[in-house]
């Protein structure tokens, strides 16, 4: 056997053995994918992050919410914060590295808006300052990372850890589970959708409260994974 197919079996053999593991994290894609949906479909917004190759996987991912995945749908407000090379090179050069991220989220985050950092190790400092400045603005944080337990998985209310040990096929399994989060999202986001319109109708129609309105939107026609999200309140955004 030539050192060439060598080196593909034995990448491919750490990939096909990480599958399995893979599949029983992964379940959790389904109820993010709901909930990112429901945020999104309202007016809320994504920040992704990432060092490296996961900069890489930020981007890919605000590009499949903004753009589409397969069919066309109305565009998502997702930002990697990789992207904006001016603030990067600025704060990284004005308040160190560490801060590249936290100050990102600061600008951009509110309330109710969802963070999700993207790391193989688990222990970049810049996304554990990411994380913390997402919890004092009030972001939900989940991340992406190799194993459990890391740092990262610890500072984020939740985490899909990838059970694999090379971080080359981390970093693929963090590619199949963005394009997975995405097919979730557009499974949910017609749905949440139809709910914002028969409310704007309603409200449209009848001289209703504001108040009125966002507890319509909260009742028990929203998905049952939402019970934990943001009151809405259709006209007025995410609260």
């Given at each position: ?144 990372t190799g194993p459990a337990p890391n740092p990262l998985a ?86």
């Open positions: 056997m030539s050192d060439v197919t060598s080196l593909i079996d034995i990448h491919l053999a750490g990939l096909a053995e990480a599958l399995l593991p893979y599949r029983q994290v992964a379940t959790r894609l389904g109820r993010w994918g709901a909930e990112l949906a429901w945020t999104l479909g309202h007016g809320g917004r994504l920040l992704i992050a990432g060092n490296g190759g996961s900069a890489a996987e930020a981007q890919h991912l605000a590009a499949e919410l903004v753009g589409k995945l397969r069919d066309d749908r109305t565009p998502l407000s997702a930002i990697a914060l990789t992207a904006e090379t001016s603030s990067l090179t600025a704060i990284s050069n004005d308040f160190g590295f560490e801060e590249v991220f936290a100050r990102q989220v600061r600008a951009h985050g509110r309330p109710g808006d969802i963070l999700l950092l993207l790391s193989t190790s688990g222990r970049s400092g810049n996304l554990l300052a990411a994380a913390r400045a997402g919890r004092d603005v009030g972001l939900r944080c989940w991340a992406c610890e500072a984020c209310a939740e985490v899909l850890a990838v059970p694999a040990a090379d971080p080359q096929v981390v970093q693929e399994l963090h590619l199949v589970t963005a394009h997975l989060l995405c097919g979730y999202v557009d499974q949910t986001l017609p749905g949440v959708l139809g709910l914002a319109g028969a409310v704007d109708a309603v409200a449209g129609a009848v001289d209703v409260p504001a108040g009125a309105v966002g507890a319509a939107a909260g009742a028990s026609t929203a998905p049952a994974v939402t019970d934990s999200l943001p009151v809405v309140d259709v006209r007025g955004g995410v609260r």
